[in-house]
């Protein structure tokens, strides 16, 4: 009964988005509100100029859990990533910038993190720009508030990175849906948390 209970929101929600479908008019492409993207959040796709970096052991291939809001604008990120074989929990800060739902992050290089669209209830995607050792990356990643969304998103999420000249090659599913989970026993979204 305990793990019906514990299973019936997850449920619930996987529900909700099935039934969502992309809604352009609730897009938001600007003017964003960095508390509206508070919360949890999983992993549904990345893409990247730099494959290596989003691939098994790439240092950008990293599970969204939750994002939040801090003093002045700024962003925590939390994720869980592989570092030498282990699965680890880190928190990031991203440092509000003068421009709109832009915040830089001191992280192997210099990067920026732009928020390109959200609807703050079911999606966000973001833009990396990495600079490090004179090398440009560009990384997209799709958040969704449940762990699967509809193929809508997912072919928004596609048009996004064409618009960013990165093609079908360049996109990693980063969801669990008709493949085995990323790590042993791990769950939708993404790894598990560490021990």
Known sequence: ????????????????ASAQELNLQSVVRGNYDPAKVSGVWYSISMASSDMKRIGEDGDLRV???????????????F?????QGDCVEVAMVCEKTDKNGECTLAYMGDNRVLLSETDYD???????????????THVLALYGRVPELPHSFLHRFERLCRKHGLGPQNIVSLSTRGR????????AGGPPKPV
């Not at 079911?122 to 440009?136: C, M, Q």
């Not at 085995?180 to 769950?187: E, I, K, S, V």
């Open 1 to 16: 009964m305990a793990l019906l209970l514990l299973l019936l929101p997850l449920g619930l929600g996987l529900s909700l």
């Open 63 to 77: 599970f969204i859990q939750k994002i939040e809001s801090v003093a002045g604008g700024s962003l925590r990120f």
């Open 79 to 83: 994720f869980h990533f592989m570092l």
């Open 122 to 136: 079911l999606y966000a995607a973001f833009h990396l720009h990495s600079v490090r050792n004179g090398t440009r």
């Open 180 to 187: 085995r989970p990323p790590w042993p026993g791990a769950g």
